[in-house]
């Protein structure tokens, strides 16, 4: 297993012989979470993978006030790291991989910029309104990236590095993207299937019969479609609560998971992690 943690703005990652994912992490992020994780990227890979983690101690300088997490705009960055050439992967590193990741990274993108899943059920709120249309977001969490058609889209790398407005550059990508209801956004996205990026065993992009799509209040949970194990492809844990590596979580408390066959899983590849 060949990880790279060190970022550097001369610092080129280009080989394509080889899957290149970079995972945005915390610098206290649990040590666990990322060794299931990469145990289970590897574990079903059919291509070598290198790890590039991105951390906010191997990014120092850069401006992250607006954002919502310690490492939310690094995945702007991968385009630089890659020298704006070949393709790359970003994901959260809060997830657990089920299917061969080099399917993901060899999608045809169809001449597009960007491969990302449409979540049609978050509400875009007053940041999102530009998006043109009433619920629905970009889930960059998972993010396949042809680097040289980015070059043209994303802005310069010490443009994103000093970006000092009130709002996340992650909401300027957002906004340039906009909807897939747009022309312009058919242009630049490819839209994934959604069992690459599942938020907590939910079909992001299930419209629960009848739900209004207007209205301000997401979906309860037991309204959203479910997805057997066999249907997930890339779990993503995305409630901190919910997060079983998390030092408030117990099993049957009331922030315990609403999928416990999910979390049976995730302490099965955990036992498995430990004992190599």
């Not at 309860?220 to 890339?234: C, V």
């Amino acid at each position: 297993m060949h990880i790279v943690c060190i970022w550097k703005k001369d610092k080129r990652y280009c080989m394509q012989d080889t899957v290149k994912l970079f995972v945005g992490t915390s610098d206290h992020h649990d040590d666990l979470a990322q060794k299931t994780y990469l145990y289970t990227i590897h574990k079903n890979a059919t291509m070598p993978v290198e790890v590039v983690f991105l951390r906010p101690s191997d990014f120092p300088g850069w401006n992250r006030k607006t954002w919502g997490t310690p490492f939310t705009c690094y995945r702007y960055a991968v385009p630089h790291l890659m020298g704006y050439k070949g393709r790359a992967l970003y994901t959260d590193t809060d997830m657990i991989n089920f299917r061969d990741i080099a399917a993901l990274y060899n999608t045809d993108l169809e001449g597009k910029a960007f491969g990302m899943v449409w979540d049609a059920l978050q509400d875009n709120g007053k940041a999102g309104a530009h998006m043109g249309y009433p619920r629905g977001f970009w889930c960059d969490s998972v993010l396949l990236i042809d680097c040289e058609k980015a070059e043209e889209f994303v802005d310069p790398i010490d443009d994103i590095i000093n970006w000092n407005k009130n709002y996340s550059y992650k909401w300027e990508v957002m906004k340039k993207l906009g909807s897939p209801h747009k022309e312009k956004t058919k242009k630049l996205v490819h839209m994934l299937d959604s069992r690459w990026n599942v938020f907590d065993g939910t079909n992001p992009s299930a419209i629960p019969r009848g739900y209004d799509l207007w209205s301000k209040t997401p979906p309860a949970w037991e309204d959203k479609e479910n997805l057997e194990m066999d249907m997930i492809w890339q779990l993503h844990l995305t409630a901190l609560s919910y997060q079983p590596w998390h030092p408030k979580y117990t099993p049957h408390a009331k922030a315990s998971h609403p999928r416990p066959d999910l979390m049976r899983e995730w302490w099965r590849l955990v036992k498995i992690v430990n004992s190599l």
